[in-house]
């Protein structure tokens, strides 16, 4: 398994692949606590970004459309099955882009699914990356008050910080000149109080989906899907039934 992908759970006879990958500064365990309410017959991958967990000592990778290239071809060396994808924040976007590489290799997703974030075409131009420490982590708390813990340890803020800054740095450089739509369903998922996205921007990735897009709201903040990874995941399955033999 390359080690740009976490196998989190293997099922003895999987119907679909999960591939879920982390927001800004996030790693795969991030995604570890949906085990617990998985349906039986998925297999659950999250992505790796490096820099961070068993990846530490590698480089960051600071240009979205890199991680992309890499997470696609980690992907195409996996056997065939039916493939979900599932980003959250800068995960989104980069499933996104994830799904425009695999189109093009003629191994598509099955569904693409983007939570809490803009469409790249509606992306509000920032530049926190070229910003100095403090901003970086109060533009953190301000999406996730409870993370206000970790940034106050001198400790963790060191270890964190640099692989937050590349994250922001790909995220907030990522102005690609083509935007296909995907062949996939493409569905939003987005909290009621989330601040970052408004219902019109995530209105927006219809301009980069031919389905038009099932939009689900969630009550609570941007990081919603962290208080509740049941009602989430029974979502995504039950847009995904069709993958899975249900009628």
């Known amino acids: 398994m390359s080690r740009w992908l976490r196998v989190l759970r293997e099922s003895p006879q999987p119907r679909v692949r999960w591939v879920c990958l982390p927001h800004a500064g996030g790693s795969a365990s991030f995604y570890r606590p949906w085990l617990a309410h998985l349906p039986g017959d998925i297999d659950l991958l999250a992505v790796q970004y490096p820099g961070r967990e068993e990846r530490f000592n590698e480089a960051h990778v600071p240009c979205l459309e890199t991680l992309a290239e890499h997470i696609s071809q980690a992907l195409l060396a996996l056997p065939a099955r039916p493939l979900l994808l599932f980003g959250h924040s800068m995960g989104a976007a980069l499933a996104y882009a994830v799904g425009v590489h695999l189109e093009a290799a003629a191994a598509g997703p099955a569904h693409v699914f983007v939570s809490a974030h803009a469409p790249p075409h509606r992306q509000p131009p920032s530049d926190l990356h070229r910003q100095d420490d403090s901003a970086l982590i109060a533009d953190i708390l301000r999406q996730d ?63 980069l989906s031919g389905h038009l ?21 029974d979502h995504l399955s039950q847009r995904t039934a069709y993958l899975q033999g249900d009628t």
């Open 145 to 207: 008050a409870q993370a206000a813990g970790l940034w106050a340890n001198p400790h963790l803020r060191a270890v964190f910080l640099p692989a937050l800054r590349s994250d922001y740095q790909a995220i907030e450089t990522w102005r690609p000149a083509h935007l296909p739509p995907l062949a996939a369903p493409l569905d939003v998922l987005l909290a009621r109080d989330d601040a970052e996205v408004s219902l019109e921007q995530a209105r927006a990735w219809a301009d």
């Open 213 to 233: 897009p099932d939009i689900r709201l969630f009550d609570g903040d941007h990081f919603y899907l962290k208080h509740q990874p049941r009602p989430v995941i």
